[in-house]
């Protein structure tokens, strides 16, 4: 499986990704395993049919805009709704491993956005909304 470095433009820190694919057309899927280092994390970003994310290691941190920052664990299974503008990461302690999963709308698996600023990545932990 080839490995590349997660690009500087989406990415903070040191993340990799393994097995990216794409299947053709008629199929939408498409994934890939992402490996973020302590500290590492993506830019903002929304996908248009959302997002399904495996958690294989370690300990993360997501947030959908205006919602509470939220951590999660290896064995967890996260979904983003729809055009829901979010990141995710690892925290600074903790590498953290996800396989994800998402399908592309009109050929676009992803709308990527601004970087999370250090201010919005170390604000405290939230509380899950009911």
Known sequence: ???????AEYFT???TITGQFQRPDPSRVG??????EPGARTAWHAHPAGQTLIVTEGVGWTQIEGGPKLEFRAGDILWCPA?????HGAT???AMTHIAI???V??????????????QYLAPLGEPKA
């Open 13 to 15: 820190g040191k993340v």
């Open 102 to 104: 998402q399908e592309s």
């Open 92 to 94: 600074p302690r903790d």
């Open 83 to 87: 055009e829901h503008k979010h990141w």
């Open 31 to 36: 994934g890939a395993i992402v490996r973020f």
């Open 106 to 119: 009109n050929g676009t698996p992803v709308t990527w956005m601004e970087k999370v600023t250090e201010e």
């Open 1 to 7: 499986m080839k490995t590349i470095d997660g690009p």
